[in-house]
């Protein structure tokens, strides 16, 4: 392994244990995680890889096979910087359970696509930790703390499923997640056996404001679930009432977490009754609901979704938190070539940069290789 190779060419010794922890795509419910709704992702087949060995003393070293240059030395978390913070986070949520560490880091997630490639770095490294330490954390505990991380050390409020979904993941199955309970359950996705695929679009556009859009939508609803007198906006179980005592921004973002919760469980439904082919109107309805009532999309992800129903999808949707990123398209195989030249040729008529397709494989979640 090149990142075994990486560690001892750097540290000088062989690492103690070495994990690999997966990004995500998510099939549906989406932003609905932090407003204590329902998601069902599931582990791409990229990820991030950790070889990891524990010191003696506090200091961290880190070396990264994507980046270049001599190995950080990192001897106060406050001082860490970009992708190292995802790390460091995660060892400062462990406190005195740990000490410093030696990590070599590969990973082949495609950057900026919204494939979760931080959380597949947060649980990469905590689970390695856990191992190491023998900690006896669950993976929904490493999946818990590396949210923390996320949001106390890196500042990024986001919810808990794509830590979850790195965790907890299995080869063929969605992650069906209650993010109330933390109940989950793996739900076959059968996608071969049904000629499908799910092709992953990714728009190779980020848009800067992202970040800060998504602590809006967060705060709008949470400011919607208080004027309705509910602990979060998956408790509605009246939507007509709801709305008709919300206004503006808040009355729209009501709308789509509760259809959207509505939607994971009828797509769960149709998946328990081997109807696969029938979820393309719930993955049509999440994106429109996505565009018009949460209002995170992009034009390129409504082309890119637009023109992949015109190829032959049979449904398709926006993936993740919103503004660029990636599509996701329900495709039949013998319609693979249609879609992806139906989304070529939509994007070179605006002299939009091409989109790149990949395959997505639902896979497993977070694994020790040696
Ligand atoms: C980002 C966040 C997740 C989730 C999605 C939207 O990926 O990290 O917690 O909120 O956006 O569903």
Redesign the pocket.
């Known amino acids: 392994m090149r990142v075994v190779d990486a560690f001892r060419a750097a540290f000088g010794a062989d690492p103690r244990t070495v994990w690999h922890a997966p990004g995500r795509v998510?099939l549906i419910?989406?932003?609905?995680?932090?407003n204590d709704g329902f998601?069902l992702p599931f582990a791409v087949p990229w990820g991030v890889t950790a070889a990891v060995s524990p010191r003696d003393d506090a200091t961290i070293r880190l070396l990264s096979l994507q980046s270049t240059g001599d190995p950080l030395v990192i001897t106060d978390h406050e001082e860490s910087q970009g992708w190292s913070r995802y790390v460091v986070g995660v060892l400062a949520m462990l406190g005195d359970r740990v000490r410093g560490a030696d990590i070599a880091i590969d990973g082949d997630v495609p950057q900026g696509a919204?494939l979760?490639s931080s959380?597949a770095l947060e649980v990469a490294v905590a689970s390695a930790l856990n191992d190491l330490y023998d900690l006896g954390m669950t993976p929904m505990e490493l999946a818990l703390l590396s949210?923390r991380a996320?949001n106390d050390f890196v500042g990024?409020p986001?919810?808990?499923?794509?830590q979850a979904a790195s965790a907890l993941s299995a080869e063929g199955h969605a992650l069906f997640l209650d993010c109330r309970s933390l109940g989950s359950r793996n739900i076959p996705l059968d996608l071969a056996a049904h000629g499908l695929t799910i092709l992953i679009i990714d728009t190779q556009v980020h848009h800067e404001h992202a970040g800060g859009e998504?602590a809006k939508r967060r705060a709008e609803c949470e400011s919607a679930a208080r004027k309705l007198g509910v602990a979060a906006l998956r408790d509605v179980t009246d939507l007509a009432g709801a709305l008709d005592r919300l206004q503006g921004a808040e009355r729209k973002r009501t709308m789509h977490i509760v259809t959207e919760n509505h939607r994971v469980e009828a797509l769960i439904g149709l998946l328990r009754a081997g109807a696969i082919t029938e979820i393309g109107a719930l993955l049509n309805a999440s994106h429109l609901s996505l565009r018009d009532q949460y209002e995170v999309s992009s034009p390129e992800l409504d082309l890119a979704v637009e023109a992949s129903l015109r190829g032959g999808a049979r449904g398709a949707r926006m993936t993740?938190?919103?503004f660029g990123g990636s599509a996701i398209a329900l495709v039949p195989d013998e319609r693979l070539e249609d879609v992806k030249e139906s989304v070529s040729a939509a994007y070179a008529e605006r002299a939009w940069q091409a989109p790149r397709f990949l395959p997505a494989t639902p896979s497993p979640g977070a694994r020790r290789l040696s």
């Open positions: 998510n419910g989406e932003h609905t995680d932090y998601v919204g979760s959380a949210q996320e990024m986001c919810g808990i499923m794509d998504y993740g938190g919103g």
